[in-house]
């Protein structure tokens, strides 16, 4: 099973802030990496595919990037709606796998 | 639009059964798959599987095989999971969503919380 790591498990940051989520996986995945925001209890969100693909709807604030298997969701000036916690997930091959996420907090 | 709605929370003794119902609309069922993933009491998500809504294939994670049934009623664009011999640590909010094979979860359902206790 590919396995997915995230750091960190949480961070805590002010509005404005530069932030930098990063997922590894276990073995190349193909770049089938999607990135969630879950707001408690609520749903998932679907916020970018494909390491970098922003979803409709979603803040230009938000971008994904990709370094061998190494992934980065960067969430260029943090607002109040941004404290969540994230997911990144393969959908390379089953069984797809999560990452434990990173809770965003407020500072 | 896109919407996902679930059937209502659940209470199960253990070694109990329970099916969770996932009605789809705002697009053309049998042209995606429906996934399922769960997420404990204050942890993370957990995928349990997928269904395609063309053929009913399903792939199911391999923790659940034996235990884990995924269904859809193309008439009605509803999909279903039945867990079975359920335990305690079953205790959970079960999702459904759009997408299988190689493509992300793009639309969620509200959630089901199944609840296992005696």
């Known amino acids: 099973d590919i396995q997915m790591t995230q750091s960190p498990s949480s961070l805590s940051a002010s509005v404005g802030d530069r932030v930098t989520l990063t997922c590894r996986a276990s073995?190349?995945?193909?770049?089938?990496l999607a990135w969630y925001q879950q707001k408690p209890g609520k749903a998932p969100k679907l916020l970018l595919s494909?390491?970098?693909k922003l979803e409709s709807g979603v803040p230009s604030r938000f971008s994904g990037s990709a370094s061998g298997t190494d992934y980065t969701l960067t969430i260029s000036s943090l607002q109040s709606e941004d404290f969540a916690t994230y997911y990144c997930?393969?959908?390379?091959?089953?069984?797809?796998?999560f990452g434990q996420g990173t809770k965003v907090e407020i500072k | 639009q896109v919407q996902l709605v679930q059937s209502g929370a659940e209470v199960k003794k253990p070694g109990a059964s329970v099916k969770v119902s996932c009605k789809a609309s705002?697009?053309?069922?049998?042209?995606?798959?429906i996934s399922w993933v769960r997420q404990a009491p204050g942890q993370g998500l957990e995928w349990m599987g997928w269904?395609?809504?063309?053929?009913?294939?399903?792939n199911y994670a391999q923790k659940l095989q034996g235990r884990v049934t995924m269904t859809t009623d193309t008439s009605t664009s509803t999909a279903y999971m039945e867990l079975r011999s359920l335990r305690f640590d079953d205790t959970a909010v079960y999702y459904c969503?759009?997408?299988?094979?190689?493509?992300?979860?793009?639309?969620w359902g509200q959630g089901t919380l199944v609840t296992v206790s005696s």
């Open positions: 969503a759009r997408g299988y094979y190689s493509s992300p979860l793009d639309f």
């Open positions: 705002g697009y053309t069922f049998s042209y995606y798959g």
């Open positions: 269904i395609s809504g063309y053929n009913g294939n399903t």
């Open positions: 073995q190349g995945i193909s770049n089938s």
């Open positions: 494909a390491v970098s």
């Open positions: 997930q393969h959908y390379y091959t089953t069984p797809w796998m």
